[in-house]
Each structure stands twice: as structure tokens, then as C-alpha cells.
């Protein structure tokens, strides 16, 4: 199976400042017959389902601001969000869809400083 | 409008089986591939089965293979979640949530099923 490890668990920023948070895959999630990486970001706001950000590891998902982006290659993936605003304190999930099961990472809570 | 209305969570004793349904509107529903994800209280999300268009093939966490039964009815735009023999472990929200071939697309509110005693 391919384990997803998000770092950090946690983290704390300001309104207006950048939050980063990374994701690493046991295994490369890149196919190299098409050069996708089979990677998402998911956000989930408290009491809500997730939703999706990110896919294809740097594309937005239609309707996502762009402070939200996404990079990396291969097996090591970074969330971006520019600049924080108040909407955007919720739990960000990696998840790899390249091959089954399709597991996500363990989450990383971003709120406010 | 896509929507999916998950249902059939509730309080069950452990050993007992329980069949969770997912319906789905606003979209083909036979042309996607269809997921479940189960989320504890105050846990994260954790992906537990996937199946394909037609029902023929299906895939399961490492986890859940042998207790837990992924299906779906074309006709009547519904998937469903069988689970046998349910431990307090299995406590959890069970989203259902559409395959989009680019990530989890859509997602429903999810149904809660609790295992205790």
C-alpha cells in the first residue's frame, strides 16, 4: 500500500500570511505514460464533508481561489495557500489515487494565529 | 444540481451487519465510478472501497476486505455499503462520494453509524 505523511499535523498563521503544508507518498504517484502525479488536496471545514482543491497534484479544482496551489512531482507534494484568509481554518487532506487503496493523509488543521 | 443523500447509519451492537445507500441525482450515475470514505469521530478520512461503472469490479482497503461489500444499482441510481459482523471500530461518518477520474468530486453529507453496546 502507499502511505501518505502530511507535515505538519498542525499549524497556525496569520491572516494574510502564506500556510505550506506537505505531503509525502511511500511511492511515486507520478504515471509516466500521461506525466500526471495521482494527487488531490482536499479541504474539509468543521461539520462538513471534504472537498476537493487540488487534483492531478497542481490543478485547481473549478471555483478554487488562487491563493490555493499546489506543486511537487513523484512523491513529495506541497499544499500552498498565499495569503490565509478566515475561510480557509479547516483540516487539508492528500490523498493518492494512482493505485488502490487510495489512501489519504493523516490531515493537517490550519487556524488563525 | 448533483447530490448524493447517504442513509442506513444509526446504533448497532457489535456483530450485528447494517447496509448503508447512497442515492444519487443530477448526474449519469452509471458512467462513474463510485467511492466510500469513513471518517471517526475526530479522526481523519479514511478511503474504504471503490467500485466500477458497471458493479463487476470493486476494490477495498486492506483493512475491510472480507466484512465489507461495495454494490451498486444502475437502474435505480443508488450504491450501497454492506457491512457484516461490525466492531466499535467501525464507528465512523460513511461518505459516499463520486469518482471523477481527476479526485473525489462530489460528496454527500455522510451517515453516521455508531457500534456499542
Known amino acids: 500500500d502507499i502511505v501518505m505523511t502530511q507535515s505538519p499535523e498542525s499549524l497556525a498563521v496569520s491572516l494574510g500570511e502564506r500556510a505550506t503544508i506537505n505531503c509525502k507518498s511511500s511511492q511515486s504517484v507520478l504515471d509516466s505514460f500521461n506525466n500526471n502525479n495521482y494527487l488531490g488536496w482536499y479541504q474539509q471545514k468543521s461539520g462538513q464533508p471534504p472537498k476537493l482543491l487540488i487534483y492531478?497534484?497542481?490543478t485547481r479544482e473549478f471555483g478554487v481561489p488562487d491563493r490555493f496551489s499546489g506543486s511537487g512531482s513523484g512523491t513529495d507534494f506541497t499544499l500552498t495557500i498565499s495569503s490565509l484568509q478566515a475561510e480557509d481554518v479547516a483540516v487539508y487532506y492528500c490523498q493518492q489515487y494512482y493505485r488502490p487503496p487510495f489512501t489519504f493523509g493523516g490531515g493537517t488543521k490550519v487556524e488563525i494565529k | 444540481e448533483v447530490q448524493l443523500v447517504e442513509s442506513g447509519g444509526g446504533l448497532v451492537q457489535p456483530g450485528e451487519s447494517l447496509r448503508l445507500s447512497c442515492a444519487a441525482s443530477?448526474?449519469?450515475?452509471?458512467?462513474?465510478?463510485m467511492h466510500w470514505v469513513r471518517q471517526a469521530p475526530g479522526k481523519g478520512l479514511v478511503w474504504v472501497s471503490r467500485i466500477n461503472t458497471d458493479g463487476t469490479t470493486a476494490d477495498y482497503a486492506d483493512s475491510m476486505e472480507g466484512r465489507f461489500t461495495i454494490s451498486r444499482d444502475n437502474a435505480r441510481n443508488t450504491l450501497y455499503l454492506q457491512v457484516s459482523s461490525l466492531k466499535p471500530e467501525d464507528t465512523a461518518v460513511y461518505y459516499c462520494?463520486?469518482?471523477?477520474?481527476?479526485?473525489?468530486?462530489?460528496w454527500g453529507q455522510g451517515t453516521l453509524v455508531t457500534v456499542s453496546s
Open positions: 492531478w497534484a497542481s
Open positions: 462520494t463520486r469518482d471523477s477520474y481527476l479526485g473525489l468530486d462530489y
Open positions: 443530477g448526474f449519469g450515475f452509471s458512467s462513474y465510478w
